[in-house]
């Protein structure tokens, strides 16, 4: 589901955040993502085999080697490798499998989902949080939420 109260829900609830094919270039939109949410109170765990660690955090070469209790898997790797990754997010207890932009897999939801795992998909984590918290609508984008209070709490 991909409705704003999904939305907030996730955002409130998961404060661990394991980002499954995090860059260490600081130009590739992983990297900005990850970055921007752990400057937003998150705690970032990168997973990627290819480093021993980013933005200050060591960085593991799979879900399953995460040592801490991680709520919220965040996917940044193609729709094929999403299915070996929702097993993955089940296995750890993870709450929820967020897909990022353009990342579609429909066995990979249903295998999340079955487990009972919140999924999101075709979404950007730092975009919705920026919709939902963090002020993207001061810079004149639509966030297609209307309301004449702002929530009492953030997320984090």
């Known amino acids: 589901m991909s409705d704003i109260a999904t939305l907030r829900r996730v955002l409130r609830d998961c404060h661990t955040i394991a980002v499954v094919g995090l860059s260490a270039d600081w130009f590739r939109p992983s990297n900005f993502a990850a970055k921007y949410m752990q400057q937003h109170g998150y705690r970032i765990i990168p997973v990627n ?55 579609i897999n429909e066995e990979a939801k249903r295998i999340a989902e079955a487990a009972g795992l919140t999924v999101v998909m075709d979404r950007c984590v730092k975009i919705e949080y920026a919709r939902l918290y963090g002020g993207l609508n001061w810079f004149g984008v639509n966030t297609r939420v209307i309301s004449s209070r702002r929530p009492t709490w953030l997320p984090h």
């Open 49 to 103: 085999p290819k480093y021993p660690e980013i933005l200050g955090e060591k960085c593991y070469p799979d879900l399953r080697s995460i040592p801490e209790k991680v709520d919220l898997v965040d996917v940044f790797r193609k729709p094929a490798d999403c299915v070996a990754v929702a097993q993955d997010a089940v296995a750890i207890g993870a709450k929820a499998l967020w897909l990022q932009i353009g990342v």
